[in-house]
Nanobody
Framework: QVQLVESGGGLVQPGGSLRLSCAASGSIFRANVMGWYRQAPGNQREWVATITSGGTTTYADSVKGRFTISRDNAKNTVYLQMNSLKPEDTAVYYC????????WGQGTQVTVSS
């Protein structure tokens, strides 16, 4: 069983930055893929970014060039650096891990507003 705990969310003004963290209870080195999703009120959960065990990253078009996903295997933590934030980035952000099974974190709220 793997537990994922997100942190780093909060309120930020448009154009600002936040860094989200996802700490795993198990070794993320064994995870095939780690990723971030988000869900805004009234919307379905959508994929944001993923990083493979080999370090290959992919991004949704809506965040490409503004968000960066990274992983620190020694700390069993995955990060999402979010720059140039927009009001439409407001959502609950969830971490997901693909091992033999899939695991989700509980989410962290990001609000972009002036």
């Amino acid at each position: 069983q793997v537990q994922l705990v997100e942190s780093g969310g909060g309120l930020v003004q448009p154009g600002g930055s936040l860094r989200l963290s996802c700490a795993a209870s198990g070794s993320i080195f064994r995870a095939n893929v780690m990723g971030w999703y988000r869900q805004a009120p009234g919307n379905q959960r959508e994929w944001v970014a993923t990083i493979t065990s080999g370090g290959t990253t992919t991004y949704a078009d809506s965040v490409k060039g503004r968000f960066t996903i990274s992983r620190d295997n020694a700390k069993n933590t995955v990060y999402l650096q979010m720059n140039s934030l927009k009001p439409e980035d407001t959502a609950v952000y969830y971490c997901k891990a693909w091992y033999a099974s899939e695991y989700w974190g509980q989410g962290t709220q990001v609000t972009v507003s002036s």
